[in-house]
């Protein structure tokens, strides 16, 4: 069987692909630089004997270009899941700087997300136990004065995964979204984190090993289930002096 | 500058070197995509970092970027016919001869830690167990691929590109970032190393014994000792190829040790107590009817990994460590002038040992023929007597040291004892001649 990992040479996607090697499973490994995808997928084949694809595939582009990808997924065969694990900020992403970041920001974390998943639908639904998995972050929980695009765009995310798990009930497609919390990757390196950032070898392998079971929506770490609550609990008066 | 002032996120890491003698806060980036190397301008310093286990504070400097390889550890290419291997950089040497042995295929020179990246390996051209046959770690490196932001990435060879091949291996990261190598693997001879030893009582016994072994490995330990009379009293190691592959491999670390953890530690256990009782019962462990054991090859290439606490018991003030390149012929009277100066400066020795060694580097490290001496000692006053005494007689005896082992060594020796250090520094400013790569060791040693 085979499964496509967008963002795959780096961060999460690394180890969800690591996982799923490990585990025999193929890939189409998708990144928007092939030099990186490429030297994932001679890995994962040397060690672990998988075959692995690479691909270049751009999601900050407005419209991606997916012929390439196209290609490759043909000759893999059928598809049995996909798992996007894209997603970034910018600096200057907070009120008042949003002209020069807010078209990237979103079109990355959410826009293309939208679009490569309806572009990879129709193969996925003929799958056997066919899977789509989404990227979130606990920074969606509620809005505040840091990362004002980047939250929304994820909260578009965790929306559209609900409209899309209503929408593809009946087909046997399972549809898991994760609310990741602080995780150690170049997103969160230099940020002052409140609370312990997770291995994405951690969440990484969590994802893999949860393609199989159920649908909906998962924190990890699971303790952020609870974060998110009471900050969404917070009074305004309390919250507005918190600074997040 | 700040670290707002790079491409890629980037914040203020401590780094310590591993003998823990040097310790800087400067930038750090953990890159993990090919164009991560490439963002960052040629106008800021910079250094690559593998496992950060050299002593000599290589991979880090005040002031300078300093990037981290260990995302970039992907097998690349294997051609089972040649048996050759193409890896990236910051693969570890521990994961890599894993990946072999599996495959009946062996590194044939293998570094102390299996921390230790394979561009470490290259940037300090490591040695093993057995480098009078082996060589040293450039000797089995067909070719790399090196990043300097002047010239992109390219390919260096022997045959290609030989200065810059000369001078990478072994140039501590001075020439560029080394972004992954083809190494030539070997046949594994067996499946397990069978290790005896034997009692000797001098380290010119040792030096004789190993000279005039045979075996695939060999090499010495000499425990400290209270008198500079007892400095030789040790144990020849020999180790032979087994077929019989041995019944269980040991237990992974469950943490691996670094120059962060080594010192945490907030005091130093050895002392003149400890040091002669550790000796005594480690002494007594591998004598007698531990004599002869089988281990594992990766127990076998890696025998600190197994016993971190040695390192750990130096705590925060750290270790010393020298190790010198000396020729055979002059070897006996190198070590009677030694052991005046243990005499006269009192160092608290913990152990020493002796390798036979052939290399033939043209930067930085050792080159030529004879026997290695490693010799660790605690830090403390008495030792910078000790450490002043032996670079007086490091340039009187003409032996060579290893500056990956000497975190405080002066240009002043290093210019006059190593062959390959003028013509190192020539290289490295016609490679970089706006010095983008730098690093502690190198300001130290004014490259």
Known sequence: MTYVVIGAPSGVGRYVAESLAAAGEDLLLVSRDKRDSTAQAADLFYRYNIRAKAVALDLGEHRPEFLDFDRALESLGNVNGIVITVGGGLENDSIGGLEACADAIMTVNFLSVCLCIEHVLPRIRHGREPVIVGIGSIAACRGRSRNVIYSAAKRALLSYFESLRHAVDGWGVRVQFYQLGYVDTNLAFGQRLLLPAASPRSVGRKIANNLKHGSGVFFYPRFWYVVCLLLRALPWPVFRRMKL | ?447
């Not at chain 2, 190790?323 to 005046?340: G, M, T, Y």
């Not at chain 2, 340039?395 to 210019?415: E, F, H, M, T």
């Open chain 2, 1 to 447: 500058m700040d670290e707002r002032s790079f491409a890629l996120p980037t914040r203020l890491s401590k780094f310590v070197s591993f003998d823990g003698r040097v310790i800087v806060t400067t930038f750090h980036q953990r890159p993990d995509r090919y164009r991560h190397l490439e963002v960052a301008p040629e106008s800021i310093p910079r250094i690559a970092r593998g496992g950060g286990f050299s002593y000599a504070a290589a991979s880090f400097g005040a002031g300078v970027l300093v990037q981290e390889m260990t995302m970039f550890s992907r097998i690349l290419d294997h051609d089972p016919t040649e048996r050759l291997l193409r890896v990236e950089a910051g693969a570890r040497a521990g994961d890599i001869l894993s990946w072999a042995l599996k495959r009946n295929l062996c590194l044939p020179v293998v570094p102390g830690y299996p921390g230790i990246t394979i561009g470490g390996c290259i940037a300090a051209d490591v040695h093993g167990k057995n480098p009078r046959t082996d060589g040293t770690f450039r000797d089995w490196v067909r070719a790399f691929t090196l990043y300097h932001p002047a010239f992109g990435f390219i390919q260096a060879s022997p045959e290609t590109r030989g200065d810059l091949f000369d001078a990478t291996c072994g140039g501590f990261g001075l020439t560029g970032i080394i972004v992954d190598a083809t190494l030539r693997l070997v046949p594994l001879p067996a499946a397990s190393v069978r290790f005896s030893s034997i009692r000797v009582n001098s380290l010119q016994h040792a030096a004789e014994r190993i000279l005039n072994s045979s075996a695939p490995f060999s090499y010495s330990w000499h425990g400290g000792a209270l008198n500079a009379s007892r400095i030789g009293d040790g144990l020849v190691f020999s180790a032979e190829w087994e077929p019989a592959s041995v019944a269980a491999a040991p237990s992974p670390v469950r943490r691996q040790l670094t120059s962060e953890n080594r010192r945490r530690l907030p005091f130093c256990l050895w002392n003149r107590l400890t040091v002669p009782a550790a000796s005594w019962a480690f002494m007594l462990a591998n004598s007698g009817r531990g004599q002869s054991r089988t281990m594992s090859v990766n127990e076998a290439c890696f025998p600190f990994e197994q016993q971190q606490a040695y390192h750990r018991f130096f705590g925060r003030k750290g270790l010393g460590e020298m190790q010198l390149l000396i020729s055979v012929a002059e070897f006996n009277r190198f070590v009677d002038r030694l052991a005046a100066v243990i005499r006269q400066q009192r160092p608290l020795i913990t152990f020493m040992s002796i390798k036979a060694f052939r290399g033939r580097s043209r930067a930085l490290s050792v080159s030529g023929e004879g026997l290695l001496l490693a010799i660790d000692y605690v830090r403390s006053p008495t030792a910078d007597g000790f450490e002043s005494s032996m670079d007086r007689l490091i340039l009187d005896a003409g032996v060579q040291p290893n500056v990956s082992k000497d975190s405080r060594i002066a240009a002043s020796v290093v210019g006059r004892s190593l062959p390959g250090y003028r013509n190192f520094v020539e290289s490295v400013h016609r490679i970089d001649p706006k010095r983008t790569f730098q690093s502690d060791l190198a300001r130290r040693l004014d490259i």
